[in-house]
């Protein structure tokens, strides 16, 4: 049986990402880069589908873990009958090869410890070649290669490297799982101590540069912070939606997809909040992503891009996989990357429009690209879609994706409307933003109902339309939005966090999407109800796990996190939530 999602933690060095859970077993990695194949599979299957676990061989007594101050270096403490260990676990950071190191210290007694460490690559299906060398054991298959250098005993059994060994007061015993690519040279010994000195050092000095007087709840905020740091490729500047794949929406359904690329979706919601953050170099780094992947052929774009803006994302299936909690299928790709999407390209427009505004210097191809987008949009924006949520269904005219075609005019006109040169491709534009304006308030609006509904002539609630103050299309005192609003919170509120959508009543049913949660906070707050917004943003972040990490979802019956872990979308939404609620700060809608 999976462990729950919450029951893990996050262990990353801008490359790629692990899950250490609270026994100490690391079920997931892949390597070389988040996108890539995963060489420990156990969060989807079981320990034989590749797992390194490291604990007491007796009986766990007591356990604890958390965070090293301000880190992604985590210590999990173990109490058994004759004594105690820390195992401390991290990702080093840094130009050499990616690596997982594991330090086991004793704190008390003599405590007996097992490693078993059990590769197996192509997402849990192939066992590699194990060979012995003089400081080492290597695993090696395909392209692959993975040393694992240790102070203890290294036994081989069954495609397995297991040690057992003892620790006593004051000792510490180190392992070191490194990848790199067969074909390269063997890595050299990583210095431990030295390692470990380098990545406290790293991850404190980046999240210093947060001021915590500009929020009410800073520890909510750094943690966040710092899990986003840890999605986002270094060396391109992607974030990454999620480390994983196929952790499910709804316990035992097929709401399982594949989360481990960079959404254009993300992009304002990520700008707003780095910049907001102070880190405009990640910031930067992002909107430069963004450039070169969409280029200048939005026509031609996708919802979401491999890491290096890759655009090959086939969807396929792990047969061999049963899935977290038999929930299946496992799917490697998204399937969704094809689908017509119109408010993504408004995404794009308004994260340069984000990024101006909060200080970066424009490119140079900035404005060719906005413009290419704009008259793209000219084109397409009456087609139907497949909307925000990325329904594999029959396309629809989703009042949420028209309103971000006007956000693109929006932040297009508003741009250019003082120069010259294009006045009269700026009055067509000004002109189509007021008719689609038009259009969303007259056709999105369900006056039977009182509320905006999910596409046009339809009577489904979206939390989605939260968005629309927030992006400044209305006001959320508007009487249209107030009603809205307050339509959302009684009918898709559970515990007060909020669903995208109603529950599926003919099979399992998703949970609470908790940056939705956020967006209410958010719009209570437009609206001056202070306490209101406050309470809100605490219910979510009162489902955060123990070491402050948050899921896609939350289920409330079934108290537990659901959905791809951790997400950055909900980490996003904490960062940005908490600033917005502390006082004046950069704002999609112009605040």
Same mark, same amino acid.
């Given at each position: ?245 196929? *952790?499910?929406? %709804?316990?035992?359904? @097929?709401?399982?997809?594949?989360? =481990?690329?960079?959404? !254009? +979706?993300?992009? #304002?919601? &990520?700008?707003?909040? *780095?910049?907001? %953050?102070?880190?405009? @170099?990640?910031?930067?780094?992002? =909107?430069?992503?963004? !450039? +070169?992947?969409? #280029?200048? &052929? ?15 994302? =086939? ?277």
């Amino acid at each position: 049986m999976s462990r729950p999602i919450e029951d893990y933690a996050l262990l990353g060095d801008g490359e790629t990402a692990a899950l250490v859970s609270s026994d100490g077993s690391i079920d997931w990695v892949c390597w070389p880069r988040f996108d890539d194949d995963a060489c420990f599979a156990a969060l989807l299957g079981t320990d034989d589908n590749g797992h390194w676990a490291l604990s007491p061989v007796a009986a766990v007594q007591r356990s604890a873990r958390r965070y090293q101050d301000d880190t992604l270096i985590i210590e999990t403490d173990f109490d058994v009958e004759d004594g105690a260990v820390r195992v401390t676990d991290f990702m080093p950071v840094g130009d050499g090869p990616s690596s997982v190191v594991r330090m086991v210290t004793g704190l008390r007694g003599v405590v007996e410890m097992d490693s078993e460490l059990r590769l197996r690559f192509n997402y849990g299906e192939l066992t590699p070649l194990l060979d012995r060398r003089d400081d080492a054991a290597e695993a090696h298959i395909g392209p692959d290669r993975v040393v694992l250098r240790t102070d203890a005993q290294i036994e081989f059994a069954d495609g397995t490297l297991r040690s057992r060994f003892a620790v006593k007061a004051g000792d510490c015993v180190s392992f070191t799982m490194t990848y790199k690519r067969a074909h390269d040279a063997p890595p050299q010994q990583l210095d431990v101590q030295h390692a470990l000195h380098e990545t406290q050092r790293f991850w404190r000095d980046w999240i210093a540069r947060f001021d915590d007087s500009r929020t009410a709840w800073p520890q909510a905020v750094r943690r966040s912070l710092l899990t986003l740091k840890a999605l986002i490729h270094r060396r391109t500047g992607a974030i990454v939606a999620a480390p994983t794949t196929s *952790l499910p929406e %709804a316990p035992g359904g @097929e709401l399982n997809w594949d989360y =481990r690329y960079a959404w !254009l +979706r993300d992009t #304002s919601f &990520a700008m707003v909040a *780095l910049l907001n %953050a102070g880190f405009h @170099e990640e910031a930067g780094a992002w =909107r430069d992503w963004l !450039l +070169r992947t969409v #280029s200048i &052929a939005p026509e031609r774009s996708r919802i979401m891009y491999r890491v290096d803006g890759g655009r090959h994302l =086939r969807e396929w299936t792990v047969d061999w996989l049963p899935g977290h909690r038999y929930a299946k299928p496992v799917r490697i790709g998204n399937a969704a990357a094809h689908q017509h999407q119109l408010d993504v390209l408004g995404e794009v427009i308004d994260c340069f429009d984000v990024a101006r505004r909060g200080g970066l210097e424009p490119t140079p191809h900035e404005d060719l690209i906005e413009t290419r987008i704009v008259e793209h949009l000219e084109k397409v924006w009456r087609l139907p879609g497949a909307g925000i949520w990325e329904a594999r269904a029959t396309p629809r005219h989703y009042t949420y994706s028209r309103v971000m075609v006007w956000v693109a005019l929006d932040r297009f006109v508003n741009r250019h409307q003082a120069g010259n040169a294009r006045s009269a491709m700026v009055r067509r534009f000004a002109v189509l933003r007021e008719r689609i304006r038009q259009e969303v308030l007259r056709e999105g609006w369900n006056e039977g109902l009182g509320t905006f509904t999910q596409y046009y002539g339809g009577e489904e609630l979206d939390a989605s339309l939260l968005l629309m103050p927030l992006v400044g299309f209305i006001s959320a005192d508007d009487p249209r939005m107030a009603s809205t609003i307050e339509n959302i919170r009684r009918e898709l509120s559970e515990e007060g966090l909020i669903r995208r959508h109603h529950r599926n009543t003919s099979g399992p049913s998703e949970g609470t999407f908790l940056a939705c949660s956020c967006w209410m906070a958010d719009c209570l707050n437009l609206q001056g109800r202070t306490l209101e917004a406050r309470q809100q943003f605490e219910r979510v972040l009162a489902t955060a796990n123990d070491v402050g990490l948050l899921s896609e979802q939350y289920n409330v019956q079934r108290r537990e996190l659901a959905g791809n872990f951790p997400q950055a979308l909900s980490h996003l939404a904490i960062v940005n939530t908490a600033l917005g609620l502390s006082g004046p700060s950069l704002q999609r809608g112009g605040g």
